[in-house]
């Protein structure tokens, strides 16, 4: 196993800070002490906070996609999408609910990880794009509704069970 870069230490390091925190807080400062490194590898690797967040928001986006690429079935896709906000839940928050302008952030990002999920969703239900948003759409809401409730320390507060089954 190789060592980690600085700069994959960085990304890391600002994955756990958002998995354990989420993104309240995300200054420089307590970015670099995540992941045990100097306030200069930020500038040094990434030119300024917000690539670095960027670079981690990617990387959230990236493990997500990859998640549901493995899977061969319309119902293993609903299936990983819960699985991975019951797993990482403030990521998923992070990917799909958080102020990306307030980080100062393109939201054109999040943009990008639907338009990846949305080819995935439509290739296993075996759609057109403009067919699988709304399927996509019935599935996402409750699962957001999920990870809310969850990190609101309320989970089934709302009864999702029965909703987005539109969404398998």
Do not use: K
């Not at 549901?68 to 990521?91: I, Q």
């Not at 239900?125 to 699988?132: C, I, P």
């Not at 509704?145 to 989970?155: D, F, I, K, N, S």
Request: some cysteine.
């Amino acid at each position: 196993m190789s060592t980690p870069t600085v700069a994959e230490m960085l990304v890391s390091g600002g994955r756990d800070l958002i998995a354990r925190e989420g993104t309240g807080d995300l200054s420089v400062r307590r970015l670099v002490e995540a992941a045990g490194r100097s306030t200069m590898c930020v500038y040094t690797y990434f030119g300024n906070r917000r690539r670095l967040l960027a670079e981690i928001y990617r990387s959230c986006a990236g493990d997500l996609a990859g998640a549901l690429v493995s899977v061969g079935s319309p119902e293993g896709f609903s299936e990983r999408y819960r699985g991975y906000a019951a797993e990482h839940p403030r990521h998923f928050q992070y990917l799909f609910a958080d102020d990306l302008e307030g980080l100062g952030l393109d939201p054109a990002l999040r943009l990008d990880l639907v338009d990846s999920v949305l080819d995935r969703a439509g290739e296993l239900w075996g759609v057109a794009r403009s067919e699988a948003l709304p399927r996509w759409l019935a599935l996402h809401g409750p699962v957001w509704l999920e990870t809310v409730q969850r990190l609101a320390g309320q989970p089934g507060r709302f009864d999702t069970a029965t909703a987005g089954e539109g969404g398998a």
